[in-house]
């Protein structure tokens, strides 16, 4: 049997409180994270197509960057970005990272840059900052020719 005190109680509480709208309710994840934007644009490439990329934050086993550099982390997200902007190339990286945010790594085709001027590579530069940039990102190394060679990254993610 409920008390009156607890009713009383009850009723106080509930009193002024709104009722939802079932309709027009949405509930929103709470583990999901933003999608980053808080990158820079690159104007010229700082990179040959040739060049090895390898970066890491502190605290990322050795281990885990020689799975990253010789390709032994399974099937992973792809995203290509051949023939894009640097400008298109970032918002295809936010979105793509965004969506792709629960997965442990990520693979990148930038390409080399050889129909660039200067034989540097603007798009594989363009990349390289903004993952360094970008949050979420642990490391990166250039992929195994099997994987693409100098012309991909496989990034490694952060996992909450």
Known sequence: MISESDKALFRSIVEN???VNKDKATLQDPTKK???KAY???TYGNLSGSDIINYAQNGVSPKMIKKMKQGNI???PTLDLHGQTTIEACQSLSKFMHYHQYQQFIHIIHGKGCNSDQGSSILKSQVVSFLRQHPE????NSCPPKDGG???VFALL???
């Open 40 to 42: 820079t644009h690159i």
């Open 150 to 152: 100098t012309g991909a």
């Open 74 to 76: 399974g099937h992973v």
């Open 158 to 160: 952060r996992q909450n």
């Open 17 to 19: 409180s709104t009722p």
């Open 34 to 36: 933003k999608a980053f």
């Open 137 to 140: 990102v642990l490391a990166f």
